[in-house]
């Protein structure tokens, strides 16, 4: 959600802000809508102060043994009680309109995110490992994994297309790499919490997902949804809430399913985990101050990256253009981890700075410590990471030409000693 107060300050900047989305320019529509709004409102504040008045002068006027002026009164009293409720019922209908302009809007890109359409215009930052040489040529995890306990038929027969049925060993690997991201995140300072996976509307709305992004999620027939993210439960615990100052920063962390109908798709990614309507994931949530935010935003992305290190995992890591941002976003980095079976680099974590825009959408303040109002709390997410793509990434450079994969020793112990998967 965006601030009005700054539209009306400045429409130019706020319409060549959303020219770097894409977007096409609003400022003229909203404010058009706000001066109708503000007219209305005027009028009706106006009609209440008169309301107030006429009451109190018909008991002067009455004790004065004026009846004529207080029966005049007592009908414009009357006439004021019918015309108000229709100017409340305006004001209350335009406020809604504008309401609805600026949340189909999407957020405005920080002054240090890259101009461009598409990924294609993306900026890397940074690599870290070198990618393994193999001696044969190496598989994708689809091709030579089934052996090993990721049984994709069983998983279509019970559920139909992008589901998994994992077995044995392959399913101890799927929870030991949650468990192994969950400890070390804890570790860097997140507290580990268990949120509801079913979530009503004014949650999704409040992280941007409703109601642009309906088609993307699940729905169940009791008019709760199935969270595509552990962000929608974790950010929105602060939700209507003003946040005591020296609980932030206040940083969370999840294990959780998530699900996502994928509705734009279709034909991306139809063999394997990496495109799935269920999977599991490790999110990471900070709610800050505006002056920690940046701060955050560095400190989450190197707390994603570290669990690739220790897992011996090549990736790169890439600063998002404003084309390939996400609506919530105002900056965001990507880390694509290297899989060898397709010769190239997949995002396995995006961790985005949303500033206060879903903070507006949700309510959730804080109050600076001397000031007497309250402010707009700035909150950030990320993938700390996705189970399934790590898995994917775990197998696809650790396999060997005899079809087993060799572990990561950071993963040993959450094996119960077991370094390498063979075939069932």
């Known amino acids: 959600m965006h601030d009005i107060r700054l539209i009306r300050t400045d429409p130019a900047a706020f319409d060549a802000a959303l020219a770097r989305r894409g977007a096409d320019p609003a400022s003229s529509a909203i404010l058009a809508i706000d001066e109708e709004r503000r007219a209305v409102q005027t009028k009706m504040q106006e009609g209440q102060n008169r309301r107030n008045e006429a009451s109190k002068a018909i008991g002067k006027a009455m004790g004065q043994g004026d009846t004529a002026t207080a029966e005049a009164l007592k009908a414009e009293v009357a006439t004021l009680k019918e015309t108000l409720p229709a100017l409340e019922a305006d004001e209350k209908a335009l406020s809604q309109k504008q309401a609805d302009v600026l949340a189909a809007l999407p957020n405005l890109p920080a002054d240090d995110v890259p101009q461009g359409a598409d990924e294609n215009d993306n900026v890397e930052i940074s690599r870290w490992g070198t990618p393994r040489s193999f001696d044969f040529k190496p598989l994708e995890h689809a091709d030579f994994a089934p052996a090993l306990g990721l049984d994709f038929e069983t998983a279509a027969a019970i559920s139909g297309a992008r589901f998994v049925f994992m077995r044995g060993q392959m399913a101890r690997l799927n929870r030991a790499l949650g468990a192994f991201m969950l400890d070390m995140q804890t570790a860097a300072g997140f507290v580990e919490c268990a949120p509801p996976l079913l979530v009503k509307d004014d949650a999704l709305f409040g992280t941007g997902q409703l109601p642009k992004f309906a088609e993307d999620l699940f729905r169940t027939t009791g008019d709760h949804w199935l969270i595509p993210t552990a962000e929608v439960s974790l950010t929105n615990a602060v939700r209507e809430q003003i946040v005591d100052p020296a609980a932030l920063p206040m940083k969370m962390t999840a294990l959780t399913p998530c699900f996502r109908s994928e509705a734009g798709s279709a034909g991306k990614d139809t063999r394997g985990l990496i495109r799935q309507h269920q999977f599991d994931k490790v999110e990471l949530v900070a709610v800050t101050t505006p002056e920690q935010s940046d701060a955050m935003h560095e400190a989450m992305t190197t707390a994603a990256e570290a669990v690739l290190q220790a897992l011996e995992l090549p990736y790169r890591k890439v600063l998002l253009c404003t084309g390939d941002m996400g609506f919530s976003a105002r900056k965001t980095y990507d880390l694509e981890v290297w899989l060898p079976g397709q010769d190239t680099y ?73 370094d390498k998967l063979e075939a069932l």
Do not use: W
């Open 346 to 418: 997949r995002e396995i974590s995006s961790i985005s700075n949303c500033g206060d825009f879903q903070a507006r959408r949700m309510n959730a303040r804080y109050k600076p410590e001397g000031s007497k109002k309250t402010e707009f709390v700035h909150t950030l997410n990320g993938s700390g990471l996705a189970v399934g793509r790590t898995l994917v990434a775990v197998l696809e450079n650790g396999q060997n030409a005899d079809g087993s994969v060799t572990l990561p020793s950071a993963l040993v112990p959450y094996m119960g000693g077991i």
